[in-house]
């Protein structure tokens, strides 16, 4: 009996991070990443659902908090890789991206309506890594992850969702794009989160170096 339940425990969780975890990758990458030297990070636009009164203004400033933490913990993994010269490509400082956003009048609240290539030329940047982020939480102020049994199925281990995804300057076409639910086992803050969910991605992530000779080799 013990072994059908501890069976059962496992298929649930065995399906739920499969079900969690959803990578794309153009076919069309390769030729369109050739030339691609730099990428530029943009804050993530996001969607706050909190139990919590308050203004609009309050709730936008939030989630554009939330969606610049994600942007910042996307440098520091990226640029901890990079010390390692574990990617083909470079990562424009994200300090310099929002400066030259705001010299162009481009803020967090209108950077949607603009496309990629118009976003890449701005930037001078051969493609642009952005995304969604739904929470339920303020995840950069950190998260309970203490797990149990009793809060998944109550879904009160579920904090949100997050895509990252990278479009191609050039074209504005999508090359790569990553999601995953976001619970207790995700991390326990915004950092947490994005070094754990990169490093499950690491091999799939198409700008590593290894990726790319395998790639190479199965072509030969």
Known sequence: ???????????????GTYAQKNIYEADTFDELSKDHKVLAILPFLTRLDLKDDM?????????????????????????????????????????????ILAQNQITYENIDIYTTKQLSEILEVDGIVSGNLDLNVLL????????????????EANY??????????DTGKLLWKYEKEINKKSGR????????MMRMATRKFPYDREKRRERKKQKN
């Open 189 to 196: 803050n915004t950092d947490d989160l994005i070094d754990r």
């Open 140 to 155: 950069s102020k950190g998260v309970p992850t203490e797990f149990s049994i009793i809060d998944y199925f109550l879904g």
């Open 1 to 15: 009996m013990k072994n059908k339940i501890l069976f059962i425990i496992v298929l649930v969780f065995g399906f």
């Open 55 to 99: 203004t609009k203004e309050e709730l936008r400033a939030l989630e554009k908090k939330e969606g610049v933490a994600v942007q910042n913990a996307l440098e520091t993994y990226f640029s901890k890789r990079k010390k390692k010269k574990k990617f083909s490509v470079e990562f424009q400082n994200t300090k310099n991206t929002n400066a």
């Open 160 to 169: 949100g969702r997050i895509g990252i995804k990278i479009s191609d300057g």
